[in-house]
């Protein structure tokens, strides 16, 4: 399994921006689709959007489409999350996670075999 690690998160203003940085130790991590997850207290794991191993395919959630841009950087073992016009509901942990090969559009997190321990965004109103 690869291992993941997110950064980036913190607290922001509504409106304000963020960028998520997945990064993975492993080369292989360049044949993964990565997808971005959230989870807010008390609530489902959310998918927010994910990524084909050679970004030739990306994928949004609705609540977040126009807003979020997921973007990778395979010689880096690197995929970013940058979040803009961030609202007071996007206050959540947000996850990545990969799959070998896999879909960049799957909405179900069992799906996914590789997560990061998750990094904490928080939207102040």
């Known amino acids: 399994q690869v291992q993941l690690v997110e950064s980036g998160g913190g607290l922001v203003q509504a409106g304000g921006s963020l960028r998520l940085t997945c990064a993975a130790s492993?080369?292989?991590?360049?044949?993964?689709?990565v997808g971005w997850f959230r989870q807010a207290a008390g609530q489902e794991r959310e998918f927010v959007g994910g990524i084909t191993w050679s970004g030739s395919s990306i994928s949004y959630a609705d609540s977040v489409k126009g807003r979020f841009t997921i973007s990778r950087d395979n010689a880096k073992n690197t995929v970013y999350l940058q979040m803009n016009r961030l609202k007071p509901e996007g206050t959540a942990v947000y996850y990545c996670?990969?799959?070998?090969?896999?879909?960049?559009?799957?909405?179900?997190?069992?799906?996914?075999?590789?997560w990061g321990q998750g990094t904490q965004v928080t939207v102040s109103s």
């Open positions: 492993q080369p292989i991590f360049s044949s993964y689709a």
């Open positions: 996670a990969g799959r070998l090969w896999g879909r960049d559009d799957d909405p179900n997190w069992s799906n996914w075999r590789s």
